[in-house]
């Protein structure tokens, strides 16, 4: 199975700061990668697929980069609706695994 | 826009058997995949299986390959989850999901809004 390791696993962040965080695969997965919001509670959001198209009705400031083995989400500036965990997936080969997650709590 | 409205939360005996049904509404049944996905409190997220209506195929994560079978009534717009030979550890909330379209590549767009099973004796 295809790992995904992200980075960090917790992050301390203001309201208007740029934050990124990284998935690195254990292996090749081209572009076939996908990011998720998840608040308390409630299902993940889709957020980017294909490492860097951004679904629809998702504000800009989310972005995605990478392909291969190395990706990031970068939120531009932050916003009190952004604290949330975050989840890396990918969709290149079965499983489709998930990172262990990212919480991105107010600083 | 589609929906997916998930059955209620269920209480199960260790070694029982629970089957956890989601119903799609909006949008073209078959022209979809569906996928599992699992939430132990406080924990990540975890693929379990996927289903392609219109053709039948199914994948299962190796981890659950011999306890859970995803099937659907292309009729009804419903897609089941079993999972058999249930422990502890299973206690999670279950989530189906919606693919962007058959394939593998395209990663789920919609959520239900989860079933939490809970497994004690």
């Known amino acids: 199975d295809i790992q995904l390791t992200q980075s960090p696993s917790f992050l301390s962040a203001s309201v208007g700061d740029r934050v990124t965080i990284t998935c690195r695969a254990s292996q090749g997965i081209s572009s076939y990668l996908a990011w998720y919001q998840q608040k308390p509670g409630k299902a993940p959001k889709l957020l980017i697929y294909?490492?860097?198209t951004l679904q629809s009705g998702v504000p800009s400031r989310f972005s995605g980069s990478g392909s291969g083995t190395e990706f990031t989400l970068t939120i531009s500036s932050l916003q009190p609706e952004d604290f949330a965990t975050y989840y890396c997936q990918q969709l290149n080969s079965y499983p489709g695994t998930f990172g262990q997650g990212t919480k991105v709590e107010i600083k | 826009q589609v929906q997916l409205v998930q059955s209620g939360a269920e209480v199960k005996k260790p070694g029982s058997s629970v089957k956890v049904s989601c119903e799609a509404s909006?949008?073209?049944?078959?022209?979809?995949?569906f996928s599992w996905v699992r939430q132990a409190p406080g924990q990540g997220l975890e693929w379990m299986g996927r289903i392609v209506p219109v053709i039948g195929v199914t994948h299962y994560a190796q981890k659950f390959q011999d306890r859970v079978a995803i099937t659907a009534d292309t009729n009804t717009r419903t897609v089941y989850m079993e999972l058999s030979s249930l422990r502890s550890e299973d206690t999670a909330v279950y989530y189906c999901a919606k693919g962007s379209s058959s394939g593998f590549g395209s990663p789920p767009d919609y959520w239900g809004q989860g079933t939490l099973v809970t497994v004690s004796s």
């Open positions: 909006g949008g073209t049944f078959t022209s979809y995949s």
């Open positions: 294909a490492a860097s």
